[in-house]
């Protein structure tokens, strides 16, 4: 006796086609893209809300330096180095102002830029460029000033 029905284990075994395959690929690279991309932005949006906030840190530190050496404002050529110094190497009798060089540092590795006379506080700015540390740009490359 033939049987001319296929058993129901051999109808189970059966695998996705090819078109199958390839849409469930093209969805997930879909997917992989949108989450990705939303990732980089929130990311970016993290790095400058990060820089706002180690800018006024920095500024903090600044104001503190500039009380203890009898200052008013920075000079124009000031260097946010020797808030890292102590004061038996050059730096204010109560140094130093940061914990480590990386706190002068933006989040994208770039030095803090004085601006003074500031361009947005009445004093002076202390500035991030951005991601590319360049002046201007939009998104992640947006200047930042505490």
């Given amino acids: 006796m033939r049987r001319t029905k296929s058993s129901p284990m051999r109808h189970a075994r059966r ?3 090819l078109v199958e395959v390839i849409v469930i690929v093209t969805i997930m690279a879909l997917l992989v893209t949108v989450v990705s991309t939303t ?18 840190r920095l500024n903090q530190s600044l104001n503190n330096y500039l009380l203890d050496v009898g ?7 000031f260097d946010f180095e020797v808030l890292t110094f102590r004061p038996e190497d050059g730096g204010g009798p109560n140094g130093p102002y940061v914990n480590n060089v990386d706190d002068i ?16 506080n009445l004093t ?22 505490n």
Avoid: R
């Fill in 105 to 120: 540092l933006d989040p994208w590795g770039n030095q803090f830029v004085l601006v003074n006379p500031g361009n947005v």
């Fill in 15 to 17: 695998g996705f086609t």
């Fill in 39 to 56: 990732l980089v932005q929130k990311l970016g949006q993290a790095k400058s809300e990060l820089a706002k906030t180690a800018a006024a």
């Fill in 71 to 77: 200052l008013s404002s920075p000079p124009s050529d």
């Fill in 124 to 145: 002076w700015d202390i500035t991030s460029y951005g991601e590319d540390g360049q002046l201007g740009g939009e998104g992640p490359n947006a200047d930042v000033t």
